[in-house]
């Protein structure tokens, strides 16, 4: 049977590509200004891994408080703290305004949530500097090549595995990632020991990516610590994230590489790339390396 136009109609809305501002990490990013720089959330259980909110979707819901908060548009360099592992949940940001100027702004953040009891606990500490990245000149010089590994239809995801990937977290379904076969030993129990994870990444909805988004693509790959043979969690301790530009529609690429783990932690640094072939985001994580190492 035929179907009518407005079925056809409400069929291409749902396989549309979800927008900028309207989309699953728009909504779940929002924030809700109660009084000068305090701003409330809600931490939606879907960017969980294993028990706790991912460090980098955490890191998006305060860049949108302060991105309220400053006169300046867009996260230019974040660095946060992460002093306890963040639940689903209400949780409460504030902002205070360190510094402004004609270029750059400068601010600070903090995120709580509430006990049963009443009590209030501090989850992350962000200090961070905002510009326009609209503004920036165009010249570029630089050594750095984009990440090589193959065209995303040669690149491995969770459907492609025959069983369940180890460590998989609810953040899966939020994202359409696509592993370098390369950095993938450890779902087969066979890891590189190299410390590196490579892939293409992008918003399961099809959302093309932004500033705000770059801050969850830097943690948004499995840990390099998978490769190197360790499976479990790798709680961020202290994560600094530089946004060099905006980046320009379709999927990302993302490089993750570790060249030191002791004492029980490691380092993780990250470069994403967009579809322009321009280094739009550079990080570095300290991390937690998982029990056992």
């Not at 359409?176 to 129990?189: E, H, M, S």
Request: net charge negative; charged share 20%.
């Amino acid at each position: 049977m035929a179907r009518t136009a407005a079925e056809a109609q409400a069929g291409a809305a749902r396989t549309a590509p979800a927008t900028i501002g309207d989309s699953e990490f728009d909504r779940d990013t929002a924030v809700t200004r109660k009084e000068e720089g305090v701003y409330e959330a809600e931490l939606a259980a879907g960017w969980t891994v294993l028990h706790a909110v991912n460090g980098g979707y955490l890191l998006a819901v305060i860049g949108r408080a302060l991105g309220e908060a400053l006169p300046h548009p867009d996260p230019l360099s974040v660095s946060a703290h992460y002093l306890t592992a963040s639940e689903p949940g209400p949780a409460v940001i504030r902002t205070q305004i360190v510094r402004t100027g004609r270029t750059l702004s400068t601010g600070q953040a903090s995120l709580f949530q509430y006990g049963e009891d009443g009590s209030e606990t501090e989850r992350i500490r962000v200090l961070a500097t905002y510009g326009d990245l609209g503004t920036l000149t165009g010249e570029v010089r630089t050594t750095a090549l984009p990440p090589a590994m193959p065209d995303r239809d040669h690149c491995l995801g969770p459907d492609d595995s025959e069983g369940p990937i180890p460590g998989e977290a609810a953040i899966t379904g939020r994202l359409d990632i696509k592993l370098d076969p390369a950095t993938v030993g450890w779902v087969v129990g066979a890891p590189s020991g190299k410390g590196e994870m490579r892939g293409w990444l992008g918003l399961a909805d099809g959302r093309d990516p932004d500033p705000l988004s770059l801050l969850l693509a830097v943690d948004a790959l499995p840990p390099t610590s998978f490769e190197l043979g360790l499976t479990g969690w790798t709680p961020t301790v202290e994560l600094t994230t530089h946004v060099r530009c905006r980046p320009a529609p379709g999927p990302l690429r993302v490089a993750l590489t570790t060249r030191n783990l002791a004492g029980g932690f490691l380092e993780e640094d990250a470069e994403v790339w967009d579809s322009a072939d321009r280094l739009v985001a550079q990080s570095r994580q300290l991390a937690k390396a998982p029990r056992g190492a």
